[in-house]
């Protein structure tokens, strides 16, 4: 292979890399990013009207931590010479596709809903090995409606015909062609019908190009990089042009900033021999559409809380959790006193 083009794959592999792709697995990477996927709405949210749009992640609201891949790839650069610039960018490569060739970094994925009947449903996914599925059900093509999420943003969509022809038609067949120009560039084979998936064109990149074409609540699913500032230790000079990088937790995060949901608690005191109800510290919750919601909803948590009424005793920093549609948003920290 030519070195201008061993260059130019290698750039890519490795930028897709840091891009962060999401091919199953069972390792877990903590200290990168957080997977957690723990709500479901198989018919969608029934407090918007429907037809609806709905774009969901398992990732935890928190941009991917780049610090510490920066760091592997520059232990593996420092292996030879800063001369040795062919030499440094294959290790950096070799080292930080090893790092993430077994780790799970979340998946995104978008679903409109015709209507609140189960099944009545269109979904969009990008998958490893298939590239653009629709209605995917398959274990490594799971866009199901039922599939167990952490965050979700549902808004109304209005023409819904029109849109889902729109996307179909334009918006997805040039993300396929863009994907089948990077496979091109890294010397994959493509495929003209549904592209080709690669770490730079992940499920989250798809999904954020869809929702953006198609909706007015914008997400972000970019973090910023600066390429310039290690182009030359990693010998990769094509990284000077490069200033953000695809994060699946940027998207997860971005929802979340839209959250709106809020839950308030009061301080209580009791008495020996008093009955604990999770109620009494109960003030008020409101979820992220502003509808109120009752104190022995199922959404509202009060973490394991266990207060022992037959000594005195106080419990501080207590807060309850209310698990809604765009996260987990904790209430005001109160104290709960027991006194004879």
């Known amino acids: 292979m030519k070195q201008w083009k061993w260059i130019t794959v290698l750039g890519l592999l490795l930028l897709t890399t840091i891009g962060l792709l999401s091919v199953p697995s069972l390792n877990v990477y903590a200290e990168v990013r957080g997977i957690d996927a723990n709500k479901s709405a198989p018919t969608g949210d029934p407090s918007i009207s429907y037809p609806q749009i709905s774009i969901r992640t398992n990732r935890t609201p928190e941009r991917t931590n780049l610090n510490e891949i920066i760091q592997r790839a520059d232990d593996a650069a420092e292996q030879f010479p800063i001369e040795e610039q062919d030499q440094r960018a294959q290790a950096v490569f070799e080292e930080l596709t090893s790092y993430f ?33 629709k209605n995917g059900t398959a274990g490594d093509q799971n866009d199901r ?15 819904s015909e029109e849109v889902q022809v ?10 396929i062609a863009q994907s089948n120009m990077v496979a091109t560039a890294m010397g994959l084979p493509i495929n003209e019908a549904s592209g080709v998936y690669t770490p730079i064109n992940n499920c989250s990149w798809f999904a954020g190009n869809v929702w953006n074409a198609v909706t007015d609540e914008q997400v972000v699913f970019e973090q910023e990089f600066n390429g310039s500032d290690h182009a030359y230790n990693w010998g990769m000079p094509f990284l000077n042009d490069v200033t953000r990088i695809g994060d699946p937790g940027m998207i997860a995060e971005s929802i979340s900033e839209k959250n709106t949901a809020k839950i308030t608690l009061k301080d209580v005191t009791l008495h020996v021999g008093d009955k604990w109800e999770r109620r009494l510290p109960f003030v008020s919750c409101l979820d992220e ?10 959404r509202i948590t009060s973490n394991n809380l266990n207060i022992d009424t037959s000594k005195p005793g106080i419990y501080s920093n207590i807060k309850y959790t209310f698990k809604g549609a765009l996260g987990n948003v904790d209430s005001n920290p109160i104290t709960i006193k027991v006194i004879e």
């Open 101 to 133: 060739g077994s780790g799970s970094l979340g998946h995104a994925w978008v679903i409109i809903f015709n209507s609140d009947k189960p099944g009545d449903y269109t979904s969009y996914g990008f998958h490893d090995k298939y590239g653009f599925v």
């Open 166 to 175: 729109n996307l179909e038609k334009n918006v997805i067949p040039n993300l």
């Open 145 to 159: 409606p039922d599939r167990k999420f952490n965050v979700a943003l549902t808004v109304p969509l209005k023409n």
């Open 289 to 298: 559409h502003g509808n109120s919601v009752p104190w022995e909803d199922g």
